[in-house]
């Protein structure tokens, strides 16, 4: 069996897969994006201790969650691609890396306003705060890191270095808010324990975060296909596809 | 359902700022995201197309 084939064949494979699946992640995104929202507005009760204020939280935590989730994933196919030297690894997490900065900037926009009203200060240098503050800095840092190194090879794996080291992060961002004394308030869903609102508003939260997912695949998958084109234009199948065949 | 009328709603009991603020970001954020992709494509598209074109001739 020659490993070749495999190592030439899946850019390709997967460039046509991406392309096949991207409408239905598009479009999924967009449904459950409608039914959140629904249920974030006219479904979910008025909060008793916050009022209306509390609805942040429609965004707020889902963008959260993707801001961590995302990193994580990045972490993932870094380690695989220093550890196996798979190209398409690396695509992948660059391909991710600016929908991970969306959702981390998201997370720390929604959490100041939500902040305000309710603590009485769009910002406070509390742990939980400030390393999503460092999560963002690292998406912008890790982007630019890439483009700053014109061999790609090389900038994949400086990228991947530098995810490596920041997903130390994500686990102190996670913890936070029990290790440390903060304003910010524990996890809303806890493996342990039942969660701490109504039905409904759990339900919208966990239907804006999969439509967080499928938005983020969607948007990574069309990132990746512009990647794979971009470094495999050498070869007979992106020839083809640059020449319309 | 409870809002009793559209300019209830849009209130959100006194939080408008707050809750809009958030939503309208996520909105503008998001879409420009879409919009910066589709322009990234294309230029990308465009660009390896010419390459390919000075290197065949």
Redesign the interface.
Known sequence: MNLAIFKYAAPMTFYRLAGRMIPWFAWGAGILTAIGLYIAFFVAPTDFQQGEAYRVIFIHVPAAWMSMFIYLVMAFWSAVGLAWNTRLSFMMARALAPTGMVFAFLSLWTGALWGKPMWGAWWVWDARLTSSLILLFLYVGIMSLWSAIDDPRRGDRAGALLTLVGAINVPIIYFSVQWWNTLHQGATISMTKAPSMAATMLIGMLVMAFAAWFYAIATSLVRVRGIILERERHTEWAAEILEGK | ???ASWSE?WA????G???W???G??LI??LI??IS?RR??RQ??QR??R??TWESE
Not at chain 2, 12 to 15: A, I
Request: charged residues 10%.
């Open positions: 359902m409870q809002w709603f959100m009991g006194g939080y700022l707050y809750v603020g958030s939503y970001a996520a954020v998001i995201e879409i992709l990234g494509q990308t598209l390896l197309k390459m390919k």
